[in-house]
């Protein structure tokens, strides 16, 4: 799958750019495993720059804490921060957010996303996953007039509706839809994307995008896979799996992958 002119890195400057769930932790985990947190600190001793670019709209603070981040991305990476610094944030215009909230999607089930806050209606029987009610919320007639930065619409037709907004905004940033979220679709404002979120940290941190490598497990990473200098697959999901210069099985396997490029830096040293 590696190609000639896309090896493993072995080399500074380097910037390793880490998907969430599926990836740096097990879906909807919340700590870094052991082995692979003591890796990336080995690499940040080394001089390597760690960035996490998620969907979430939070990075959980024991992730943040697992290792010296340099930048953290959420929302899918329409919101960077640098540095512990905020550096874009990306929202959308009222008459985008119409656009998507008039989904027609009877029983479709709403969350938008603001700076720490969600908006919502809970389901009819009262039960929400577990990091929603543990984070709490807002009722979505409250979102009006607020800045929403994401949105996600559970429902069996939200690939019809991501045809609907692909058609008449084509501006916005759609994920999900399709295997293996066939009814989950996750909408960003223009240029809020994993890609772009990369983009923009290289060139603070200095790092040319050709000495970055990036780590992910299913569609909303495929922006950043094109870019990079090296794109690592969590996983055998096909859409993912032709833009990805290597696969590792799960987040399990990823502890040994970073020790091993740790190794070739040192021998670089």
Known sequence: MTSPSHRRPAELPLLLAFDLDGTLVPELGNEVPVKTAQALRRLHGLGVHLAVITGRDLV??????????????SQNGGRVVIGGELHTSASFTPEELEAILAHELEGARLILYSDGTLY????????????????????????????IEKVGLHHAGVAG????????????????????????LTVTPSGAHKGAALTRMAEALKVPLSRTAVFGDTDNDIAMFEVAGYAVQLGTLPLLAQHANEQLAGPAELGAWLDHLADSLEAQA
């Open 60 to 73: 959980p603070e024991a992730i943040a804490q697992a290792a010296p981040f340099s930048a953290l991305a």
């Open 120 to 147: 919502l209606d809970p389901p009819p029987e009262g039960q929400l996953p577990g990091w929603i009610a543990t984070r709490g919320y807002r009722p979505l007639a409250e979102a009006r007039g607020q800045v």
């Open 161 to 184: 509706h991501a045809a609907r907004l692909r058609a008449g905004q084509p501006q916005l940033v759609l994920t999900g839809a399709q295997p293996p979220y066939e009814q989950y």
